[in-house]
């Protein structure tokens, strides 16, 4: 898989456990060591903001795509290689995922969720074919991917889980399967 940029949901705070922070920052520390673009949601705090600056202190290149009505609050990260100011949630998701070859989702609340979801509902319709990876730091996704498999016994989802959706535990992990 020749991958050139990833797009990566997380939360705009940063959690209770350092370890999120931890990930986040080799994560980016890896994304740019392998000259893999960061695509991500343009914002300057949580591990939104611990992403962007991993990889632009490693040497990285980072693509915000931020909804204006974030940019009037301040949110935006200001030190970005590129940063789109689009109108909408929908029209960012959208960008973000055109851009990139693949996602990463790490830890976050309900915006992470609905990218998550978006997503998976788009690769199941076959609108896309991109891989998607859930960084499980501390097994802070156990429950979900737990229901995920639930809902596949039961018979709602078309495909196995692992079809869809690669649950990693570690950065280092995720790219040993983009390998």
Request: proline share 3%; with cysteine; glycine share 10%.
């Amino acid at each position: 898989m020749n991958v050139q940029a990833i797009a990566v949901f997380c939360g705009s705070q940063s959690g209770n456990n350092p370890i999120f922070t931890q990930h986040t920052a080799d994560l980016g520390k890896l994304l740019a060591m392998l000259k893999i673009k960061l695509v991500y949601g343009g914002g300057k705090k949580g591990l939104m903001g611990a992403i962007a600056d991993a990889v632009l202190l490693h040497g990285g290149e980072v693509m915000g795509v931020i909804p204006k009505i974030l940019t009037e609050w301040e949110q935006q990260h200001e030190g970005l290689t590129e940063l789109a100011v689009v109108p909408d949630m929908h029209t960012r998701k959208k960008m973000m995922y055109e851009m990139s070859d693949a996602a990463i989702i790490l830890p976050g609340g309900f915006g992470t969720m609905d990218e998550l979801f978006e997503m998976l509902t788009w690769n199941q319709l076959k609108i896309h074919d991109k891989k998607i990876y859930l960084l499980n730091s501390a097994g802070y996704y156990n429950s979900l991917v737990q229901f995920l498999k639930k809902s596949e016994k039961e018979g709602f989802l078309y495909e196995p889980v692992e079809e869809r959706i690669m649950v990693c535990d570690t950065p280092v992990e995720i790219f040993n399967k983009l390998q």
